[in-house]
């Protein structure tokens, strides 16, 4: 596809649909699709270098989502958009594409915040909630991970304890995207009468968070820089019975808000190989050494055509897990095979595009930088490249690594 701006660019989409991928799209797809293309080379690009570099939230671009139609995933009603699983994973693409810290701000508003009260909360907590977060007039953030609790998250510490028709929740989170600005934080905390992990809802008011919370931005971060991550002390936060999610029960409840996202980061990851590609292809295009294009030599075609052999392939997955997610099949096994997949091939395919563009390849205007450093945590967040390798690992095997006993 051909470049939409009046002034080329590095980064900006090209045509790297070599088997043809697109014609699969249905209609509402390809509207999607477009739709975030357009706003990625037009707005995205431009800008995002600079708000990386200083650490600052891309309000103007966030700003737009909502006039986009994308907010909402796929949450039928409540002003959300309604989109196709399929759809929703293009969008995550390009804006990955874009600029991962984008990308990952809306990840975790939507797919994960609204998304946990779309599927945990009662209608009348969906009513309350849904419309102003699909709209960007409230902010919306996932509270689970702990200092001492990553990847076994069901080991969570924070409590929350019944007083009355409230509830009292004490605890330390943190990595909490948005968690320090949001205004509907869903906090999973364990029930201290059932010893079940329950969500909760903390609003934020015009006063504030109420007492007790307290978030810090994490700072000195070397990846996704624009979108801000908090360190929450939680003592004593008083939560009203109305703002627990009435069908959050058990930490299953909360893991099936946590698969609808791990087949998003597959889609993430090629976001992030596709725009280093393009830059790396563009360069290498125009890019005069020796008297001719860097694209003449042998070996730099060789390096070119590998990494969309491996770009191909990740976009295979992709539309595969959409097919299965369109069709209510895609399992978390295999969201996760499909996450270790691509986030493990797009670091190597970013590290090439860097490499291939010699030190031009440092400058954040050139992009591949930043999707360098994004990427990484990319393949961290939702579950790491080990543990989404002993979860396949304990479904082809029947034994749980995790425990040395059989599934």
């Not at 759809?87 to 991962?100: N, S």
Request: one cysteine or more; glycine letters at 10%.
């Amino acid at each position: 596809m051909t470049t939409t701006s009046a002034t080329p660019q590095l980064g900006e989409s090209l045509g790297t649909d070599f088997f043809s991928v697109r014609e699969q799209f249905t209609d509402e797809q390809w509207t999607r699709f477009r739709t975030a293309r357009r706003f990625v080379d037009q707005e995205v690009l431009p800008t995002a270098p600079g708000y990386w570099e200083r650490a600052e939230l891309p309000w103007p671009l966030i700003n737009r989502l909502p006039e986009l139609g994308i907010v909402g995933e796929d949450i039928e009603g409540y002003g959300c958009s309604a989109m196709s699983p399929t759809a929703c994973g293009l969008v995550h693409m390009e804006l990955h594409r874009g600029d991962g810290s984008l990308g990952t701000f809306l990840g975790v508003h939507a797919g994960l915040g609204m998304q946990s009260i779309a599927m945990c909360g009662s209608e009348e907590q969906k009513q309350r909630w849904l419309p102003d977060m699909a709209a960007l007039r409230k902010l919306g953030a996932f509270a689970l991970t702990e200092p001492d609790h990553g990847s076994d998250s069901i080991a969570l510490e924070t409590t929350a304890r019944r007083d009355g028709d409230h509830w009292v929740i004490d605890g330390h989170k943190r990595w909490i995207g948005n968690g320090s600005l949001a205004d509907v934080v869903v906090v999973w905390a364990r029930n201290t009468e059932t010893g079940e992990i329950n969500g909760f809802v903390v609003e934020k008011g015009e006063d504030g968070y109420p007492a007790g919370y307290e978030p810090t931005v994490i700072e000195h971060k070397g990846s996704l820089r624009a979108v801000w991550q908090a360190d929450i002390r939680l003592d004593g936060v008083r939560v009203p019975d109305d703002n627990r999610l009435a069908r959050a029960r058990s930490f299953a409840d909360t893991a099936r808000v946590l698969a609808t996202t791990r087949g998003a980061c597959a889609w993430m990851a090629l976001g992030h190989a596709t725009g280093a590609y393009d830059a790396a292809l563009r360069y290498a295009t125009e890019r005069i050494q020796f008297g001719k294009p860097l694209t003449s030599f042998q070996i730099v075609q060789q390096r070119l055509v590998t990494m969309l052999a491996e770009l191909t392939g990740m976009q295979l997955y992709c539309m595969q897990i959409g097919r299965l997610a369109d069709a209510g099949r895609l399992s978390p096994t295999v969201a996760g095979l499909a996450k270790m997949n691509n986030t493990t091939k797009a670091r190597a395919l970013i590290a090439e595009a860097r490499d291939l563009m010699g030190g031009n390849g440092i400058l954040l205007d050139n992009h591949v930088m930043r999707h360098m450093a994004d990427i990484e945590a990319i393949h961290t967040f939702e579950g790491t490249e080990t543990m989404q390798t002993l979860i396949v690992g304990r479904d082809i095997t029947g034994i749980s690594a995790f425990s040395g006993t059989s599934r």
